[in-house]
C-alpha cells in the first residue's frame, strides 16, 4: 500500500468548516480506492495562533512542513490579526520558499449551474490560469519611509526574474502542448509599466518560438478582465504574473458562480517540496461560524491534490460527483441561491461519490 504524507492547515474562518467536509471525501476515497493511505497531521496555524505566540507559525513551521508530500490548505485571515501579517507569515513563504511557483486555477463552468453570463456555454467557460506565485508584484521588496511625517512615501518593488519567468511562461506552454490546446494568452500591461512587462512579452515572445503550433496572444490585463466577462470562450490556456493572475482569478471565478466553487494547486514542479492546494477564496469573515459556506472549492482541491499525486481518476470522480449534485440542484448552499448548510453539500458530494466508487 502506498503512503502519503500530507499536511493539513484549516487556517481561519471558513477554513475549518469548509476543510471538514474535505476530510470527509478523503476518508471515502481512501476507503474505496484502497490502494493508497494518507498520514495526515493536521496544524491550527492560524490568527488564533498568532494572538498566543506572536506568530503565524512556529520558527521551524517550514522545516517541519519540508517532509511532507503535500499539504492542504483551507484559508487565512480574521479582522483581529492585519491581513499583510497572516498572509506573509504563513501563505506566502510556503508558496515562495518550496518553490510553488506555478499557481494552477481552473476556470470551469460546472454542470448544473449558470453562469452570470448566461448566454456562454460550458464550453465557452473552460480553461486554466497559471499564475506566477513566487516574485513579480508579491515581491516584499521596498519599504515605508519617514513614517507619520508629510514626508512619508512608500515604495512596493516589483521584481521580474528571468529564471522566474522563463520557468512559469514555459510550464504554460508545456501544459498548453500536453494538453492538446492551439492558443495561449499572456497577461501584460507593457504599454504602461514599461520595464517589468516588456521584459516579460519578451521573454513570451522568446519562449513562444519553440512552440509554433500554438497561437499567442498578449493582451493588456485591462481588456482581458473585460475579455473574461465579453468573450470568455477566447482562453484556454491564461499565464499571468503574480497580481494579474490573483485579480483574474477571482474574476474568472465570478464569472462561473463564484468564489465557493474555484479551487487551486500551488505546485512545485519538480517535486522537489511539498505542493499545496487549496480554495482560492480567503476566510470569508463575513459568513464564518455560520456553516454556510460552500465546500466545493475546498473539495475540488482535493481532486486536484489527488490528481497531483498521480490518481487522475479520483479526480475526475470527485468532479462528477459535484456536478451531479449541482445537476440535481436539490442541495444547494446559499451563495448559489440555496439553504443547505456546508456539511449538507459535502455529505451530498460524499453520497455521489459513494456511487461512483
Ligand atoms: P474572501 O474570499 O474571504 O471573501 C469574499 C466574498 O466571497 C465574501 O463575501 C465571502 O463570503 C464570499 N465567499 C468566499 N468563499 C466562500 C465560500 N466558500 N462559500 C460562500 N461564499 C464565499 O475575501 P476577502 O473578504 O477579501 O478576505 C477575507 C480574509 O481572507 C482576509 O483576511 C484576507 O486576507 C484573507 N484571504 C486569504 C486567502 C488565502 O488564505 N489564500 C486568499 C484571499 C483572502
Ligand atoms: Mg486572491
Redesign the pocket.
Known amino acids: 500500500m502506498k503512503h502519503h504524507s500530507l499536511a493539513v492547515i484549516p487556517?481561519?474562518?471558513?477554513?475549518p468548516e469548509?476543510m471538514n467536509e474535505a476530510m470527509k471525501v478523503l476518508q471515502l476515497i481512501e476507503e474505496m480506492h484502497g490502494g493508497f493511505k494518507f498520514d495526515i497531521q493536521s496544524f491550527n496555524w492560524n490568527c488564533e495562533y498568532y494572538l498566543k505566540h506572536g506568530k503565524m507559525m512556529p520558527d521551524n513551521g517550514m522545516e517541519i512542513l519540508k517532509d511532507f508530500d503535500v499539504i492542504l490548505?483551507?484559508?487565512?485571515?480574521?479582522?483581529r490579526v492585519p491581513?499583510h501579517i497572516?498572509?506573509w507569515e504563513l501563505?506566502l513563504p510556503i508558496r515562495k520558499t518550496f518553490e510553488q511557483y506555478v499557481n494552477m486555477r481552473p476556470i470551469k463552468l460546472l454542470k448544473g449551474l449558470e453562469s452570470p453570463l448566461r448566454h456562454k456555454s460550458h464550453d465557452d467557460l473552460d480553461f486554466v490560469v497559471i499564475r506566477e506565485n513566487t516574485e513579480g508584484e508579491y515581491s516584499n521588496m521596498g519599504g515605508r519611509l519617514h513614517q507619520n511625517t508629510p514626508y512619508e512615501i512608500a515604495v512596493q518593488n516589483n521584481v521580474f526574474t528571468r529564471y522566474g519567468t522563463e520557468r512559469i511562461v514555459k510550464y504554460a506552454y508545456e501544459y498548453a502542448s500536453c494538453h492538446n490546446v492551439k492558443r495561449l494568452t499572456a497577461a501584460t500591461k507593457s504599454n504602461a509599466m514599461n520595464h517589468s512587462m516588456t521584459f516579460w512579452d519578451d521573454i513570451v515572445k522568446e519562449i513562444s518560438q519553440q512552440y509554433n503550433t500554438i497561437e499567442t496572444n498578449l493582451y493588456h490585463i485591462d481588456a482581458l478582465a473585460a475579455y473574461f466577462v465579453s468573450n470568455p470562450e477566447k482562453f484556454d490556456v491564461v499565464v499571468a504574473s503574480n497580481l494579474f493572475g490573483d485579480i483574474l482569478t477571482d474574476l474568472g471565478a465570478a464569472i462561473v458562480g463564484?468564489?465557493?466553487l474555484a479551487p487551486s494547486g500551488n505546485i512545485n514542479p519538480e517535486q522537489k517540496y511539498p505542493s499545496m492546494f487549496?480554495?482560492?477564496?480567503?476566510?470569508?469573515?463575513?459568513?464564518a461560524g455560520k456553516g454556510?459556506?460552500?465546500?466545493?472549492?475546498?473539495i475540488w482541491s482535493v481532486g486536484m491534490m489527488m490528481d497531483h499525486l498521480g490518481y487522475s481518476e479520483l479526480n475526475h470522480l470527485i468532479l462528477e460527483s459535484i456536478e451531479n449534485v449541482l445537476v440535481d440542484g436539490k442541495v444547494r448552499?446559499?451563495?448559489l441561491g440555496g439553504t443547505a448548510t456546508t456539511s449538507d453539500m459535502g455529505d451530498a458530494i460524499l453520497e455521489r461519490l459513494r456511487t461512483l466508487l
Open positions: 487556517g481561519d474562518g471558513i477554513g469548509i490548505f483551507g484559508a487565512v485571515g480574521e479582522p491581513d497572516s498572509v501563505i463564484g468564489l465557493g487549496e480554495p482560492i477564496h480567503g476566510s470569508a469573515p463575513d459568513i454556510i459556506a460552500n465546500p466545493i472549492a475546498q448552499t446559499p451563495d
